[in-house]
Protein backbone atom coordinates (compact mmCIF):
# COMPACT_ATOMS: atom_id res chain seq x y z
CA UNK A 1 0.00 0.00 0.00
CA UNK A 2 2.96 2.81 1.35
CA UNK A 3 6.51 1.80 -0.39
CA UNK A 4 8.21 2.39 2.90
CA UNK A 5 11.43 3.00 2.99
CA UNK A 6 11.37 4.58 -0.06
CA UNK A 7 14.46 3.73 -2.39
CA UNK A 8 17.70 5.70 -2.57
CA UNK A 9 18.69 5.92 -6.34
CA UNK A 10 22.29 6.77 -7.55
CA UNK A 11 22.02 9.01 -10.41
CA UNK A 12 24.99 8.94 -13.46
CA UNK A 13 26.29 12.27 -15.27
CA UNK A 14 28.77 13.37 -16.87
CA UNK A 15 27.68 16.87 -14.98
CA UNK A 16 28.05 14.76 -11.67
CA UNK A 17 31.49 12.82 -12.74
CA UNK A 18 32.84 16.25 -13.85
CA UNK A 19 32.58 17.74 -10.55
CA UNK A 20 33.54 14.60 -8.55
CA UNK A 21 29.83 14.50 -7.23
CA UNK A 22 28.00 11.21 -5.68
CA UNK A 23 24.49 11.84 -6.07
CA UNK A 24 21.32 9.73 -4.99
CA UNK A 25 17.85 10.71 -5.09
CA UNK A 26 15.84 9.69 -1.90
CA UNK A 27 12.44 8.79 -3.74
CA UNK A 28 9.81 9.78 -1.47
CA UNK A 29 7.74 10.32 -4.42
CA UNK A 30 7.53 6.82 -4.80
CA UNK A 31 5.82 6.16 -1.44
CA UNK A 32 2.32 5.99 -3.24
CA UNK A 33 0.58 7.98 -6.01
CA UNK A 34 -1.76 10.58 -4.09
CA UNK A 35 -0.33 10.57 -0.44
CA UNK A 36 3.21 11.03 -1.79
CA UNK A 37 6.86 12.12 -0.68
CA UNK A 38 6.82 14.39 2.50
CA UNK A 39 3.22 14.56 2.49
CA UNK A 40 2.97 11.53 3.59
CA UNK A 41 5.69 11.85 6.34
CA UNK A 42 3.84 14.66 7.79
CA UNK A 43 0.57 13.10 8.22
CA UNK A 44 2.21 9.97 9.94
CA UNK A 45 2.34 11.24 13.35
CA UNK A 46 -0.45 13.19 12.94
CA UNK A 47 -2.97 10.53 11.86
CA UNK A 48 -1.67 7.81 14.99
CA UNK A 49 -2.99 11.23 17.15
CA UNK A 50 -6.01 11.49 15.90
CA UNK A 51 -6.74 7.38 16.19
CA UNK A 52 -5.32 7.60 19.86
CA UNK A 53 -7.53 10.51 20.50
CA UNK A 54 -10.55 8.51 18.84
CA UNK A 55 -11.51 10.94 16.12
CA UNK A 56 -13.22 10.06 13.25
CA UNK A 57 -12.84 13.41 11.04
CA UNK A 58 -9.81 15.17 9.55
CA UNK A 59 -10.08 19.18 9.37
CA UNK A 60 -7.20 20.95 6.77
CA UNK A 61 -6.31 23.63 4.70
CA UNK A 62 -4.95 24.09 1.46
CA UNK A 63 -5.16 25.60 -2.10
CA UNK A 64 -7.17 24.26 -5.42
CA UNK A 65 -4.18 22.51 -6.19
CA UNK A 66 -2.37 21.41 -3.16
CA UNK A 67 -0.69 18.57 -2.60
CA UNK A 68 -1.53 18.29 1.44
CA UNK A 69 -4.95 18.83 0.24
CA UNK A 70 -4.74 15.41 -1.98
CA UNK A 71 -2.65 13.21 0.34
CA UNK A 72 -4.70 14.46 3.37
CA UNK A 73 -8.22 13.05 1.23
CA UNK A 74 -6.23 9.69 0.28
CA UNK A 75 -4.69 8.95 3.20
CA UNK A 76 -8.07 9.40 5.20
CA UNK A 77 -9.94 7.13 2.62
CA UNK A 78 -7.15 4.37 3.28
CA UNK A 79 -7.04 4.93 7.26
CA UNK A 80 -10.70 5.06 7.94
CA UNK A 81 -11.28 8.97 8.29
CA UNK A 82 -13.99 11.22 7.04
CA UNK A 83 -11.60 13.92 5.45
CA UNK A 84 -12.65 17.98 5.47
CA UNK A 85 -10.47 20.02 3.27
CA UNK A 86 -11.31 23.96 3.70
CA UNK A 87 -10.32 24.90 0.35
CA UNK A 88 -9.01 28.70 -0.50
CA UNK A 89 -11.35 30.49 -3.26
CA UNK A 90 -13.88 29.36 -5.25
CA UNK A 91 -14.79 25.83 -6.01
CA UNK A 92 -15.17 26.28 -9.98
CA UNK A 93 -17.24 23.95 -11.31
CA UNK A 94 -15.48 21.38 -13.19
CA UNK A 95 -13.36 21.04 -10.68
CA UNK A 96 -9.86 20.60 -11.22
CA UNK A 97 -7.57 17.28 -11.42
CA UNK A 98 -6.60 17.72 -7.50
CA UNK A 99 -10.26 18.52 -6.09
CA UNK A 100 -11.78 16.03 -8.30
CA UNK A 101 -9.87 13.31 -6.92
CA UNK A 102 -10.28 14.48 -3.45
CA UNK A 103 -13.68 14.41 -4.32
CA UNK A 104 -13.80 11.23 -5.22
CA UNK A 105 -12.04 10.11 -2.47
CA UNK A 106 -14.91 11.41 0.03
CA UNK A 107 -13.69 14.62 0.92
CA UNK A 108 -16.21 17.24 2.11
CA UNK A 109 -15.17 20.32 0.56
CA UNK A 110 -15.27 24.03 1.61
CA UNK A 111 -14.62 26.62 -0.09
CA UNK A 112 -13.47 29.74 1.87
CA UNK A 113 -12.64 33.38 0.55
CA UNK A 114 -9.09 34.53 0.44
CA UNK A 115 -9.45 37.03 3.34
CA UNK A 116 -11.05 35.16 5.57
CA UNK A 117 -9.02 31.47 4.90
CA UNK A 118 -5.80 33.85 5.40
CA UNK A 119 -7.04 35.63 8.59
CA UNK A 120 -9.88 33.84 10.42
CA UNK A 121 -8.66 29.24 9.69
CA UNK A 122 -9.02 29.46 13.50
CA UNK A 123 -12.56 30.43 13.65
CA UNK A 124 -13.42 28.43 10.64
CA UNK A 125 -12.21 25.25 11.95
CA UNK A 126 -14.82 26.01 14.94
CA UNK A 127 -17.87 26.56 12.87
CA UNK A 128 -17.44 23.55 10.84
CA UNK A 129 -16.76 21.23 13.97
CA UNK A 130 -19.50 22.76 15.47
CA UNK A 131 -21.41 22.10 12.22
CA UNK A 132 -20.47 18.38 11.43
CA UNK A 133 -18.36 17.53 14.75
CA UNK A 134 -15.71 17.38 16.63
CA UNK A 135 -12.49 17.09 14.41
CA UNK A 136 -8.73 16.59 14.49
CA UNK A 137 -7.43 19.29 12.69
CA UNK A 138 -4.10 19.84 10.96
CA UNK A 139 -2.48 23.00 10.18
CA UNK A 140 -2.00 24.24 6.38
CA UNK A 141 0.98 22.14 4.34
CA UNK A 142 0.28 19.73 7.22
CA UNK A 143 3.37 20.90 8.94
CA UNK A 144 3.19 20.86 13.08
CA UNK A 145 5.87 19.12 15.98
CA UNK A 146 4.08 15.75 14.83
CA UNK A 147 5.03 16.55 11.19
CA UNK A 148 8.64 17.40 11.71
CA UNK A 149 9.02 14.45 13.52
CA UNK A 150 7.89 12.11 10.58
CA UNK A 151 9.99 14.16 8.26
CA UNK A 152 13.06 13.71 10.66
CA UNK A 153 12.65 9.37 9.70
CA UNK A 154 14.04 10.46 6.07
CA UNK A 155 17.71 10.90 7.79
CA UNK A 156 16.98 7.97 9.50
CA UNK A 157 15.95 5.89 6.09
CA UNK A 158 18.79 7.50 4.55
CA UNK A 159 21.58 6.57 6.96
CA UNK A 160 20.20 2.87 7.11
CA UNK A 161 20.34 2.68 2.94
CA UNK A 162 24.12 4.07 3.17
CA UNK A 163 25.29 1.21 5.83
CA UNK A 164 26.04 4.21 8.29
CA UNK A 165 27.74 6.60 5.84
CA UNK A 166 27.20 10.35 6.27
CA UNK A 167 26.20 12.52 3.27
CA UNK A 168 27.92 15.68 3.06
CA UNK A 169 24.65 17.45 1.92
CA UNK A 170 21.47 17.13 1.84
CA UNK A 171 19.13 18.88 -0.26
CA UNK A 172 15.47 19.50 -0.45
CA UNK A 173 12.56 21.80 -1.27
CA UNK A 174 10.57 24.52 0.88
CA UNK A 175 6.68 25.57 1.16
CA UNK A 176 5.96 25.93 4.89
CA UNK A 177 9.26 24.22 5.42
CA UNK A 178 8.29 21.35 7.82
CA UNK A 179 9.97 19.01 5.90
CA UNK A 180 13.49 21.40 6.06
CA UNK A 181 12.59 21.49 10.42
CA UNK A 182 12.11 17.61 10.47
CA UNK A 183 15.77 16.88 8.23
CA UNK A 184 17.52 19.01 10.66
CA UNK A 185 16.10 17.79 13.83
CA UNK A 186 16.96 14.35 12.13
CA UNK A 187 20.46 15.21 11.32
CA UNK A 188 20.59 16.69 14.96
CA UNK A 189 23.79 19.06 14.10
CA UNK A 190 25.31 16.41 11.21
CA UNK A 191 26.11 16.79 7.19
CA UNK A 192 24.93 19.83 5.99
CA UNK A 193 20.93 20.90 4.57
CA UNK A 194 20.21 23.06 1.40
CA UNK A 195 17.17 23.88 1.85
CA UNK A 196 15.90 25.11 -1.75
CA UNK A 197 12.54 27.31 -0.92
CA UNK A 198 9.36 27.39 -4.07
CA UNK A 199 8.60 31.04 -3.05
CA UNK A 200 10.44 34.44 -2.08
CA UNK A 201 10.94 33.11 1.36
CA UNK A 202 12.72 35.12 3.02
CA UNK A 203 10.44 34.44 6.42
CA UNK A 204 11.24 30.80 6.03
CA UNK A 205 14.72 31.13 8.27
CA UNK A 206 12.54 32.42 11.17
CA UNK A 207 9.77 29.64 10.50
CA UNK A 208 11.61 26.60 10.52
CA UNK A 209 14.65 27.65 13.27
CA UNK A 210 10.77 27.85 15.91
CA UNK A 211 9.31 24.73 14.48
CA UNK A 212 13.15 23.21 15.25
CA UNK A 213 13.10 24.97 18.90
CA UNK A 214 9.15 23.90 19.47
CA UNK A 215 10.13 20.28 18.51
CA UNK A 216 13.41 19.59 20.04
CA UNK A 217 14.23 22.82 22.20
CA UNK A 218 17.85 23.13 19.84
CA UNK A 219 18.73 25.74 17.64
CA UNK A 220 21.39 24.35 14.60
CA UNK A 221 23.60 25.96 12.53
CA UNK A 222 24.18 23.52 9.86
CA UNK A 223 21.77 24.07 7.56
CA UNK A 224 21.43 27.69 5.08
CA UNK A 225 18.69 28.53 2.88
CA UNK A 226 19.44 28.34 -0.94
CA UNK A 227 16.75 31.76 -2.17
CA UNK A 228 18.14 31.65 -6.31
CA UNK A 229 15.84 29.82 -7.80
CA UNK A 230 12.11 30.53 -6.69
CA UNK A 231 11.28 31.47 -10.43
CA UNK A 232 9.12 34.83 -9.08
CA UNK A 233 7.69 32.92 -6.17
CA UNK A 234 5.01 30.32 -5.23
CA UNK A 235 3.72 28.60 -8.31
CA UNK A 236 5.77 30.96 -11.03
CA UNK A 237 7.88 28.89 -13.71
CA UNK A 238 9.21 30.01 -16.75
CA UNK A 239 10.12 27.93 -20.04
CA UNK A 240 13.67 27.15 -19.15
CA UNK A 241 12.25 25.24 -16.16
CA UNK A 242 9.61 23.25 -18.00
CA UNK A 243 12.64 22.70 -20.46
CA UNK A 244 14.79 21.26 -17.06
CA UNK A 245 11.59 19.57 -16.00
CA UNK A 246 10.73 17.47 -19.40
CA UNK A 247 14.65 17.14 -19.80
CA UNK A 248 15.22 15.86 -16.31
CA UNK A 249 12.56 13.40 -16.81
CA UNK A 250 13.81 12.06 -20.15
CA UNK A 251 17.29 11.93 -18.98
CA UNK A 252 16.68 10.16 -15.78
CA UNK A 253 13.59 8.40 -16.49
CA UNK A 254 12.41 10.32 -12.95
CA UNK A 255 9.16 12.81 -12.98
CA UNK A 256 9.97 15.82 -10.84
CA UNK A 257 6.51 18.59 -10.43
CA UNK A 258 6.44 22.15 -11.45
CA UNK A 259 5.72 23.59 -8.13
CA UNK A 260 8.81 22.29 -5.53
CA UNK A 261 10.89 19.61 -6.90
CA UNK A 262 11.47 21.33 -10.48
CA UNK A 263 12.98 24.04 -8.65
CA UNK A 264 15.15 22.41 -6.55
CA UNK A 265 16.12 19.94 -8.59
CA UNK A 266 16.97 22.77 -11.39
CA UNK A 267 18.99 24.81 -8.38
CA UNK A 268 20.84 21.40 -7.47
CA UNK A 269 22.15 20.84 -11.26
CA UNK A 270 23.25 24.78 -11.40
CA UNK A 271 24.66 25.01 -7.68
CA UNK A 272 27.00 21.94 -8.98
CA UNK A 273 27.41 23.58 -12.58
CA UNK A 274 28.89 26.16 -10.15
CA UNK A 275 31.43 24.24 -7.83
CA UNK A 276 28.74 25.11 -4.90
CA UNK A 277 29.04 21.59 -3.58
CA UNK A 278 32.92 20.33 -2.59
CA UNK A 279 34.82 18.00 -5.17
CA UNK A 280 34.25 14.26 -3.71
CA UNK A 281 31.17 14.74 -1.71
CA UNK A 282 27.79 12.83 -1.44
CA UNK A 283 25.05 14.69 -1.85
CA UNK A 284 21.23 13.59 -1.31
CA UNK A 285 18.46 14.80 -3.22
CA UNK A 286 14.88 14.38 -1.44
CA UNK A 287 12.68 13.61 -4.24
CA UNK A 288 9.28 15.34 -2.14
CA UNK A 289 6.86 13.93 -4.51
CA UNK A 290 4.43 16.15 -5.54
CA UNK A 291 3.38 14.64 -9.00
CA UNK A 292 -0.44 14.64 -8.33
CA UNK A 293 -0.08 18.58 -9.28
CA UNK A 294 1.15 17.79 -12.79
CA UNK A 295 -2.23 17.07 -14.17
CA UNK A 296 -3.84 20.57 -13.19
CA UNK A 297 -0.50 22.13 -14.16
CA UNK A 298 -1.01 21.15 -17.49
CA UNK A 299 -4.62 21.80 -17.57
CA UNK A 300 -3.86 25.46 -16.48
CA UNK A 301 -1.18 26.27 -18.88
CA UNK A 302 -1.43 23.96 -22.40
CA UNK A 303 0.37 20.48 -21.47
CA UNK A 304 3.65 21.45 -21.12
CA UNK A 305 4.87 18.89 -18.90
CA UNK A 306 5.08 15.38 -20.44
CA UNK A 307 2.68 13.54 -18.37
C1 LIG B 1 4.37 20.51 0.24
C2 LIG B 1 5.55 20.17 -0.56
C3 LIG B 1 6.82 20.69 -0.26
C4 LIG B 1 7.05 21.69 0.82
O1 LIG B 1 7.11 21.09 2.07
P1 LIG B 1 7.14 21.99 3.38
O2 LIG B 1 7.25 21.01 4.48
O3 LIG B 1 5.83 22.73 3.41
O4 LIG B 1 8.28 22.92 3.30
C5 LIG B 1 7.88 20.28 -1.04
N1 LIG B 1 7.71 19.43 -2.07
C6 LIG B 1 6.51 18.93 -2.39
C7 LIG B 1 6.41 18.03 -3.55
C8 LIG B 1 5.40 19.28 -1.65
O5 LIG B 1 4.19 18.78 -1.98
Given at each position: ????????????????????????????D????????N?????????Q????????????????????????????????F?????????????????????????????????I?????????????????????????????????????????????Q???E????????????????????????????????????????????????E?????????????????????????????????????????????????????????????????????????????????????????????
Amino acid sequence: MLKQPSPLQLIQDELLTLRGIRLFVKRDDLIHPQVSGNKWRKLKYNLQAAREQQQKRLLTFGGAYSNHIAATAAAGKMFGFETIGVIRGELVKPLNPTLSIALELGMHLVSVDRIAYREEKTEIAAGLQDELGKCYVIPEGGSNTLAVKGCAEIVTEVLEQLGGELPDYFCVSAGTGGTSAGLVTGLAGMSFLRVFPALKGDFLKDEINSLIWESVGKKYENWQLVTDYHFGGYTKWNHKLIDFINGFYEKFGIQIDPIYTGKLFYGVWNDIEKGKFKYGSTVVVIHTGGLQGIAGFNQRFGELLKP
